[in-house]
């Protein structure tokens, strides 16, 4: 997916609080992107921090500095205890249940607090953000539990256990052992001392939506791929199964300008048969007779252009929330206050996955009906389950399977997690977003689809074969060889998860996009 950063080759990520996209925040988790601040940022959070210290040495009682939390808002603390508190607030919210997050997403966790304590509204001290960035970039990553955020206010649980991990408590991941272990004993093992806290920061620390939003961020990357590479495979599908190019032409899609819509049947005119690019298959069945395609061959615009504008708006949304302050109370300079208010509520990221999960999904149902086509002879005109001596073999027959299992599970993770609240903090907090799990569930459908269509890739290029020595386009020939080069033509029954594990590496990867690139450059 990226070029991976070493020690001898530092890439880094400049942070201003503002302006950090989907790319940035996957470099970091995944390619070992390591993070700096812009000098505005370092000037915003001085700034804030002042604030915090004026309200601290004028003993103003004010919320979340020398007050309680939730129901206790009204409680007093004592300028003698304000530390203590910080401590108590991150020992107590450390409640977090489950396995915990890969040491890629407590990065991607880190890197959006940071991110967002660089906006300056927080009252986090720059001594305290230094320690976050330098434990970020050393890759101290604390045990994280994935389950326990209720997504308002903010993720408290899961960015609790991130700041009582480099407090020195509870557990550490240990790239020596790869495992976790003592957070005291992993903090060793980096040379990082632990956090010091003052007033306010322990707050500052864990009030926000970080954990929803790297998830979410996650997904909608990884759904970008996936409607591009889906119309490719699609294409491909089309060309196995004898399909015309006509349902995909402008003049159509132009009566009906939905943006996804159009650009998927623009897509699909770039890779299908044409004057510049002849496909052979094609002409071969140009008189066959056929009148018109299947739904799931004919209506690929209309069904992938709605999950292309879904992702689209997802993802405004979800960079959005990426560079938003999502404190309370919020510190302000200009005049200095704090005001209390709602932007840690993560009903915004919890919606859009919901959005998500069901528009990718559908990527997955239609492409699970064009691989029981492929395979279904009444309806191919193929030999059943693209198989030689079927019987003795079975082909691809329970490959199939597996893909109606996945989309079968993908029905149940879309009912939307969003749509539940249930009060909280003794009423205080009475409306929550749910939107942690809508953020996994999200993942754990996009994980599904990228496997339905790698099947039904997988599938194309053995009916493909079946056409030999017809040959198809010269942009979906490349997307065959691809395949070939990691896959074999199966003559016989063998062992086919491997195969399936290494199509789907190639949709994971990017690689199908890569190869037509320049098919879809040159289409506008």
């Known amino acids: 997916m990226f070029h991976t950063a070493t020690k001898e080759n530092a890439k880094v990520v400049v942070v201003d609080g503002d302006s950090m996209a989907l790319e940035d925040l996957l470099k970091i988790g995944y390619a070992h992107y390591t993070i700096s601040l812009t000098d505005d940022a370092w000037k915003r959070v001085a700034a804030g921090r002042q604030v915090i210290d004026d309200i601290v040495a004028s003993n103003k009682v004010v919320y979340g500095i020398n007050t309680g939390f939730g129901n206790f808002a009204d409680v007093y603390i004592p300028h003698n205890e304000i530390e203590q508190l910080q401590y108590n607030l991150i020992r107590s919210h450390s409640a977090g249940m489950g396995q915990p997050l890969t040491p890629q997403r407590t990065k991607m966790l880190m890197a959006l607090r940071i991110n967002v304590l660089a906006k300056g509204y927080s009252g986090i001290s720059p001594e305290t953000l230094h320690r976050y960035i330098e434990a970020m970039n050393r890759e101290c990553l604390p045990y994280i539990p994935e389950k326990g955020t209720v997504g308002a206010s903010g993720d408290l649980a899961p960015l609790a256990h991130l700041a009582l991990g480099l407090l020195g408590e509870g557990k550490m991941w240990s790239p020596r052992s ?31 939506t970080q954990l929803i939003t790297a998830l979410a961020a996650e997904a909608t990357y990884r759904s970008i791929n996936i409607v591009r590479t889906a119309d490719a495979i699609a294409a491909l599908t089309l060309e196995a199964l004898r399909g015309t190019v006509k349902a995909f032409l402008p003049e159509i899609h132009k009566t009906r300008p939905h ?52 992702v689209s708006f997802v993802n405004n949304i979800i960079v959005t929330e990426m560079n938003s302050a999502t404190d309370n109370p919020m510190v302000f300079t200009d005049p200095p206050r704090t005001i209390s208010g709602g932007n840690f509520h993560g009903e915004y990221p919890a919606k859009a996955m919901d959005y998500l999960a069901i528009g990718i999904h559908e990527i997955a149902n239609i492409s699970e009906r064009r691989t029981e086509r492929m395979v279904n002879a009444s309806l191919s005109g193929l030999p059943p389950f693209l198989t030689k001596e079927g019987g003795l073999n079975s082909g691809f027959m329970i490959v199939h399977c597996t893909a109606a299992a996945l989309v079968s599970e993908n029905k149940t993770l879309c009912h939307p997690a969003s749509i539940d609240s249930i009060s909280t903090s003794a009423g205080k907090e009475d409306h929550v977003s749910m939107g942690g799990w809508a953020a996994r569930k999200a993942l754990k459908v996009v994980e599904n689809v990228e496997s339905v269509i790698a099947i039904e890739l997988l599938v194309a290029c053995q009916a493909i074969d079946f056409l030999r020595p017809l040959k198809t386009t010269e942009p979906l020939e490349k997307i065959y060889s691809l395949v070939r080069s990691k896959v074999s033509f199966m003559e016989k029954d063998r062992y086919v998860a491997p195969d399936i594990d290494a199509v789907l590496h190639l949709v994971k990867s990017g690689q199908i996009c890569e190869v037509l690139e320049p098919y879809f450059a040159a289409e506008g």
């Open 259 to 310: 943006a996804g819509q159009n650009l998927v049947a623009k897509r699909l005119r770039a890779l299908l048969h044409s004057d510049s690019h002849p496909s052979e298959i094609a002409t071969d069945h140009k008189n066959c007779g056929k009148v018109q395609d299947s739904y799931t061959l004919r209506c690929i615009p209309q069904v992938h252009g709605i999950a292309c504008d879904t």
């Open 178 to 208: 790869m495992s976790y272990i003592d957070a005291s004993a992993g903090l060793a093992e980096h040379n990082f001392p632990p956090l010091k806290l003052r007033a306010k920061e322990g707050l500052a620390l864990i009030n926000g």
